[in-house]
C-alpha cells in the first residue's frame, strides 16, 4: 500500500508493503529530500539523500554509492559513527512523522494500515542500543561474509563451509583469515536457525538459501546432502532454492546424476570463478584446475538440471595476457551449454597491495589494463559469443559494491 500526501508543507510517500512486510518513507527532511528503508523488525536497509545511496549490512556497516557529474560511481563504508547518525536521522524523521500520523497532522489520499503502525513502532524502537546490539549478533553467528553475486545479495547465506578449499588465487583474500572446514550437520542446523532467529522479519525481503562460503559444492555429496537436508529442515523449500559457488576445479568432481539429486533437493544455481579460459593465465593466477575442467563441470550441471552463474575475470594479466584471454575466453563460453537460466557476469579485477597478485604482476612486469580497457575487453568478449538458443543473462559485477 502507498500512501501520497502532504506533511510540514512537503510531498510524503510512504509505502507499507505487506507480502514483504516493509516500510519506505520519502519526504523533505534536514535540508533535503530523504528516503528510508526498513525491514519488518524495525532494522534499517536502505537510506537515500543528495544523490547518494545508503546500503546498510548485517554486520551494521553502511555503503555509500554515488555518481557525480561525469565521474564513474564512487563508493566509500561510513564509519560507525557516521552509520550510527545517519540510522538516527531516520529514526527521527519516523518519529516526527508518526506522532503527526497519529495526531491527524499528514494530509494523505489513505490511512495508515495496521502492518503500517507496527513497522512503525518497531523502527521507531530501533535505537543505536539495539542497532550495535545486533551488529554484534550477526558476528556471533557469521565469520564474515567476503562476496556473493549479485542476483544473491538478498539471499538468506548460511556457511555450511567455511573458508575456501583452494585459497591459492593470488588475486583473491576473501578467505586468508580461516582454514577450510566442512560443518557437521547438527553444528550446521544449530547455525541455521540462529541465522533464521536472526534475520527475524527480515526474512520477508530475502529469496533464497545460499550456501557459503566460496566451495559449498566441492563437499562430497554424503556430507552434502546432509547439509542441504539440514537446512531444509529450518527453511521449508530452502525458501526459494539453494545456490552456491564452485570456485575451483580440482576436487572431487560430481557427476550429471549427483547434480540432479541435488537440483531434486532444491539447487537452483552454482556460481563459477572461471575467470579465464586461456590456461596460462589461469596457471598465473594459481586459479585451479583447467579450462576443460569448467566445461566439463558446467556440462554435469546442465544436465543434472542445475543452472550455472560463469564469472569472468576483466583485467585479469594485464596487457601481457590480454589477447589471449579474449581469444580463449570466448571459446570456452561459445563450447558451454549455456541458456536463459544461466548468468555470465564480467567482474572487473580489484588489485589491492597485499595481494599476491600485485607481486606476481610486478615480477612479470605487466602493465594493468586502464579501467577503460576493461571496458574494452568486456565489449570484446561479449562480441564474440555465440549462444543456440536463448541468450543467457549477462551482466556486471563490482565486489566493491557488495552488502550483504
Ligand atoms: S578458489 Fe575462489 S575463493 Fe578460493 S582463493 Fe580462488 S578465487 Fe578465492
Known sequence: MVILGTWR??????????????????????GGLFTAAYEGGGRPRTFITQGTVYRRALDGRMLAKWRPKGMLRQRRWLSQEEALALEAKGRALLQALYADFQAGRVEANGELPPLGHTLFQRAIAWDEAKSRADAQRYREIYLPIGILPPDQYSAIVLQATLGCSFNTCTFCTFYRDRPFRIKAPDEFKQHALAVKDFIGEGIYLRHGIFL?????LVVPMRRLVPLMEAALDVFPQAWGGFYAFLDGFSGEKKTAQDYAQLASL??????????????PLLHFLHKPGEPEDVLHTVKAMKAGGVAVGIIILIGAGGHVYADAHVRDTIALLNAMPLDDRDMIYFSELVVTD??????????????????????????AIRSGLRFQGKRPIISRYDIREFVY
Not at 266 to 279: C, F, P, T
Not at 360 to 377: F, G, I, M, S, Y
Request: charged letters at 30%.
Open 354 to 379: 597485499d595481494m599476491p597478485y600485485a607481486r606476481d604482476a610486478a615480477a612479470a612486469n605487466l602493465r594493468p589494463l586502464t579501467h577503460e580497457e576493461c571496458v574494452a575487453q568486456e565489449k
Open 212 to 216: 557459503g562460503d566460496a566451495n559449498a
Open 9 to 30: 508543507g512537503e510531498r510524503l510517500t510512504v509505502s507499507v508493503r505487506e507480502r514483504e512486510r516493509s516500510l519506505t518513507v520519502s519526504t523533505f527532511w534536514d
Open 266 to 279: 532444491g539447487l537452483k544455481r552454482v556460481y563459477i570463478g572461471m575467470e579465464s579460459g586461456h590456461a
